[in-house]
């Protein structure tokens, strides 16, 4: 168990819809990371938080979104959903700049 | 910009046998190098890393790997593997400039009795 937790672990929905998905980190990590992970495009860098500030951006849609809270907690919105965002979403959590350590995944079927 | 190659999609090996996962890496600065495995329907867990120091890092299970810069490697090797080890095996690389993980396109590691 990495201390990394996301919920939920499995989610279905259907194109155009729009989803959330939640992290929270370990204990006393201020770094949150999401990453998604697809058959065609691999293990991709989506976006990172530092205590509530976006740190760095990699390849997001302009439909994707993501904030950290005050409690350290981030949430990942995909919007306007297409077949294409079926994937594994990860959210990983560090010390600033240390080892990260992922969470379990939300499986995301969109049907 | 860096990015990671991992040569071998797959790699099927007996059990007891030796096995060597590649991983080469591309970059201008200074590296942190890491192994993770995702064993079925499960997460990302880290196996081992190098941060600085000593090139030849191990872990708890057997697998160790040797940051070599002048070949810009750092193959995952374990003498002995048994059927447990069956699982995708990511290397991804790092640096001081971003914290992002870039990763490789995984190798399968299929272990048979």
């Known amino acids: 168990d990495s201390g990394v937790t996301q919920t939920p672990k499995h989610l279905i929905t259907a194109t155009g819809q729009r989803v959330t998905l939640r992290c929270s980190p370990r204990s006393g990590d201020l770094s949150v990371y999401w990453y998604q992970q697809s058959l065609d495009q691999g293990l991709q860098f989506l976006i990172q938080?530092?205590?509530?500030?976006?740190?760095a951006k990699g390849n997001i849609l302009e439909r994707f979104s993501a904030q950290q809270f005050p409690d350290l907690h981030s949430e990942l919105n995909l919007s306007s959903l297409e077949l294409g965002d079926s994937a594994l979403y990860f959210c990983a959590s560090s010390v600033q700049g240390g080892t990260q350590y992922f969470g379990p995944g939300t499986r995301l079927l969109v049907l | 910009a860096q990015s990671v190659t991992q040569l071998d999609s797959q790699v099927p090996v007996f059990e007891e046998a030796p096995v060597e996962l590649r991983c080469n890496y591309s970059?201008?600065?200074?590296?942190?190098l890491f192994w993770y495995v995702q064993y079925p329907n499960q997460g990302l867990q880290l196996l081992l890393k190098?941060?600085?120091?000593?090139?030849l890092v191990e872990s708890i299970n057997g697998f160790e790997a040797e940051f070599n810069k002048s070949q810009t490697s750092f193959h995952l090797r374990k003498p002995s593997v048994h059927i447990s080890d069956t699982a995708e095996y990511f290397c991804?690389?790092?640096?001081?400039?971003?914290?992002?993980?870039?990763f490789g396109t995984g190798t399968r590691l299929q272990v048979f009795p």
């Open positions: 991804a690389v790092s640096d001081d400039n971003t914290d992002k993980l870039i």
């Open positions: 938080y530092y205590n509530g500030e976006e740190r």
């Open positions: 190098y941060l600085s120091g000593s090139t």
């Open positions: 970059s201008s600065v200074s590296v942190y």
